[in-house]
């Protein structure tokens, strides 16, 4: 019995993994060229914000109603559903992209249907993965899934750069389609035991269980003040900011624009590879404090040597962005992977959607407000001394966070055996 319980868990790992992988890839490579599009079209900081706002909102909205879903429906069944409308959203786009009547109110609004789809899907895939996979293995099943997800998003932003400075957007869109139906294909053959609850879905009650689960541990509320409150600060400066830097001040090309990604992908591939050979003994809080400093270091570093007063040419500022790209997103796998591979131990698998949705809901909530705030300042004031300024504030708020932080927010299982 054993023998074949691993025989499938290993199927249904690759399964899983090929399929993200191709998702992953489709979606890297339009993130890059939806962006460019827009800013092509109208060179606005507050369309980029629009933009922004409408995929962070509508995630919003359904990410918790994904969550419990996630915990009460077959969660292969909204796998497979889901990869399959978003691919054939993404075809019915590309035919009004080939028509030449794609515009950009269009688009936002596709950018907002695509996202309402991604909050459904989020948390049920995060279960489900625990599910099929046994605990002993968790760590070299985690770090598979990883390397695909990094081999895709160095890839996707690559493709998505080059298709769409050579032949358009339309042509991202027929690859992503593609590309999420083959991925809902793959996804078809995962052998998964549902396991039906009799009662009735109660949305309000069982989004209470899972706020209640996170708010009666103490570390874990320390931990979502924090990331409302730095998600509120960089989540926009990198989504509206950066990009609005990069193409319309500093007019880096489409494929500079996309190499830049595929920098940060890197840095996070080999920040991965760090913790499993090199880092792995390291204390949480001494990878989480560390990762955090250094990285923040770094980035109030850079938006000081962007500044034009320094009078570097298109090429030195790229190479700055780069290497400043690689090594910031190398320190933040330090900080995410602890905290991350505690909470997959802390949240029990009847919780699991619906918490994992919770905390997405907390860490994302707050970046609409502040990504129409940086999109009205990019048109009134000068974008390096917002990046500047963003950067110093968030440095304060992260001293302050590791000045008073509890020890529980460093461990998870410290919180569960408090609680």
């Known amino acids: 019995m054993g023998e074949d319980i691993y025989r499938y868990e290993r199927r249904n790992l690759a399964l899983i993994v090929t399929g993200?992988?191709?998702?992953l890839l489709g979606a890297a490579a339009l993130l890059v060229a939806m962006p460019l599009y827009i800013l092509d079209k109208t060179n606005s900081g507050m369309m980029m914000s629009i933009f922004t706002i409408l995929g962070i909102l509508s995630r919003l909205i359904t990410t918790p109603i994904g969550g419990v879903l996630g915990d009460r429906i077959n969660r292969k069944a909204i796998m497979v559903l889901l990869d399959e409308l978003r691919g054939i959203l993404l075809f019915a786009t590309w035919l009004i992209a080939i028509n030449n009547k794609l515009s950009v109110a269009v688009l936002l609004v596709f950018r907002a249907i695509l996202s309402f789809l991604d909050g459904l899907f989020d948390g049920p895939t995060s279960a489900m993965f625990g599910d099929v996979v046994r605990k002993e293995n968790m760590k070299r099943a985690t770090s598979l899934n990883a390397l695909a997800n990094s081999g895709a998003n160095i890839i996707g932003p690559i493709v998505g750069s080059m298709l769409y400075g050579y032949y358009g957007l339309s042509n991202v869109l027929l690859l992503t389609a593609l590309l999420y139906i083959l991925s809902g294909i793959s996804e078809m053959f995962i052998i998964y035991k549902h396991v039906p609850r009799d009662s009735k879905i109660k949305f309000l009650s069982e989004i209470s269980e899972g706020i209640?689960?996170?708010f009666t541990r103490r570390g874990l509320t320390f931990l979502f003040t924090f990331a409302i409150v730095i998600n509120f600060l960089m989540s926009p400066l990198f989504s509206v900011a950066f990009p609005y830097i990069v193409r319309s001040v500093l007019k880096f090309s489409p494929t500079q624009f996309g190499t830049l990604e595929v920098f940060a992908t890197v840095g996070a591939l080999v920040g991965n590879f760090a913790i499993m050979f090199f880092l792995h003994k390291l204390s949480s809080k001494t990878l989480i404090s560390s990762g955090l400093m250094l990285e923040q270091f770094l980035m109030v570093v850079l938006s000081i040597i962007i500044m034009p007063y320094f009078h570097l040419d298109n090429i030195a500022i790229y190479i700055v962005f780069a290497v400043v790209i690689f090594t910031t997103t190398f320190l933040n796998v330090l900080v995410n992977v602890p905290i991350i591979s505690n909470l997959q131990i802390l949240v029990p698998s009847q919780l699991r959607s619906r918490?994992?949705?919770?905390?997405?809901?907390?860490?994302?909530?707050?970046?609409?407000?502040?990504?129409?705030?940086?999109?009205?300042?990019?048109?009134?004031?000068n974008p390096f001394w917002l990046f500047f300024a963003v950067n110093v504030i968030s440095t304060v708020v992260i001293i302050a966070?590791?000045?008073?932080?509890?020890?529980?927010?460093?461990?998870?299982?410290?919180a569960n055996h408090e609680a």
């Open 355 to 381: 918490v994992f949705s919770i905390l997405t809901l907390f860490a994302m909530g707050s970046t609409p407000i502040s990504s129409a705030l940086y999109g009205y300042l990019l048109d009134k004031v």
């Open 20 to 23: 993200r992988f191709e998702s």
């Open 212 to 214: 209640k689960f996170v």
């Open 401 to 414: 966070f590791l000045l008073n932080a509890p020890e529980d927010a460093y461990d998870p299982n410290l």
